[in-house]
């Protein structure tokens, strides 16, 4: 079992950054892809963001990609995403998430769910 906390959300101006960090309990999270997902109100969950286990291997949304990065600290039993350059678009509740096994997009693949933290990126 792996519990899952999200925290760093709020407001931002558009052009700023954030870091969100996804504080994990549970003994499995070492050897867990970790990913982030988000949700806007009226869109379906899109995900963000994914890093396998020894973050070796990450894979992004192309709506993110180059302004957002995905790490971990395996010590720390934490993933972050770092979110850099804004925009009003990116406002949404996000959610960390795990599972066992590649890194994946796929939200029905992940076994584990933050409650989630919401980012407003005004303009």
């Known amino acids: 079992q792996v519990q899952l906390v999200e925290s760093g959300g709020g407001l931002v101006q558009a052009g700023g950054s954030l870091r969100l960090s996804c504080a994990a309990s549970g003994r499995t999270f070492s050897s867990s892809t970790m990913g982030w997902f988000r949700q806007a109100p009226g869109k379906e969950r899109e995900f963000v963001a994914a890093i396998s286990w020894n973050g070796g291997s990450t894979y992004y949304a192309d709506s993110v990609k180059g302004r957002f990065t995905i790490s971990r600290d395996n010590v720390k039993n934490t993933v972050y995403l770092q979110m850099n350059s804004l925009k009003p678009g990116d406002t949404a509740v996000y959610y960390c998430?795990?599972?066992?096994?590649?890194?994946?997009?796929?939200?029905?693949?992940?076994?584990?769910w933050g409650q989630g933290t919401q980012v407003t990126v005004s303009s």
């Open positions: 998430a795990a599972r066992q096994g590649i890194v994946t997009g796929s939200y029905e693949l992940y076994n584990y």
